[in-house]
């Protein structure tokens, strides 16, 4: 006889689409790294096109940044804030979001 003790749902193997944009997973993409200066422990989330202009809190819009080059851009572009992105934002697999 087997007895069932606990149940563990992988909802990702079953996932075919796009992943949920969310903060942490944002972050997770990135490694937590400045998408502006590169350096490490970053905690903020930075709108490319800001959300006052019509940017969505989207994977393709968002990067993680540092306080100091967050604080910098402002409520600009990067190019108004004549800021370089050392990454392009892109939508992440599950996978790299289970790391």
């Not at 969505?56 to 080059?69: E, Q």
């Amino acid at each position: 006889m087997l007895r069932l003790v606990r149940y563990v749902q992988m909802r990702w193997r079953h996932r075919t689409g796009v992943p949920t944009w969310s903060r942490a997973g944002m972050l997770a993409r990135d490694g937590h790294r400045c998408a502006y200066c590169g350096t490490s422990g970053a905690l903020t989330v930075d709108h490319v096109v800001p959300r006052s202009r019509g940017g969505a809190s989207s994977w393709l819009n968002t990067v993680a940044a540092c306080a100091h080059c967050n604080h910098r851009k402002r409520d600009r572009t990067p190019e108004e804030a004549g800021m370089r992105l050392r990454v392009e934002p892109r939508v992440p697999t599950h996978l790299e979001l289970l790391k």
